[in-house]
């Protein structure tokens, strides 16, 4: 008999600077996240009293989040991060959340996802392109929202072979997959496997296959020059750098 705990997914918490994000992109990231686990625990943190947080006060019913009240302790000055960072922290140390979602593209979470991930727990976060590089890496994986928005708006297979170099496939993109492809166990004829190519490229950064416009990383890599696919008799895929 199989263990019920072994058939429960994770347990992950979303929590979202309202202050710092915007509501059009939460369906997006409510699917991103879901595919990694059940979204539980649902806080969007702000001071409420203010007309700019109205599209997300619409949805936290809709969506089952819970609205977070933080009044603005000074003129100009928000205590909403902080506010994040004492919940996530009592979450964390509670025990039971096995991730955890940060829609916000605030730099000063960055302390906030190094400390969770130095005890073992994934950092999902979702940003827009501008958010700093510092937090972007300290994330086990970070998701550009307005990528996001555009790879479900287009099916894996209507997109072009191009899409990736769209979406700002440049050289150290290719040299993390490059790297990561070097760092895999090759067969004979220098083929690895697709999927230990993508652990490898997580492992070393915050890499994510849909800020490209991609769903799937073979989908990216048939899009990046210098790589060849090859489908295995059993399904599975191997990947190889031909220069």
Known sequence: MTDRQDEQEDNI???IDADNASPEHLDDVLLV??????????RAYGNWAKSSLKGWGQLTGIHSIVPMQQFDVAKGKSATDMRMTIDA???LYRGHVDGFGIMSSDSDFLPLAQRIREEGLP???FGTAKTPLGFRQACTRFF??????LSDETPAAEQPADTALQH??????????????KASKRDEEGYASLSELGQRATAVSSFAVRNYGFTRLS???RAVPNFDVRTTSDGGLLVKRLR
């Open 144 to 149: 550009d929202v307005a990528a996001l928005h």
């Open 123 to 125: 950092v999902y976060g």
């Open 89 to 91: 922290m009592d979450l």
């Open 219 to 221: 989908d990216l890599i």
């Open 13 to 15: 918490a979303l929590l």
């Open 168 to 181: 700002g496939v440049d050289e150290e993109l290719i040299e993390l997959l490059g790297s990561a492809y």
């Open 33 to 42: 996240l879901g595919e990694l686990g059940t979204i539980n625990i649902r």
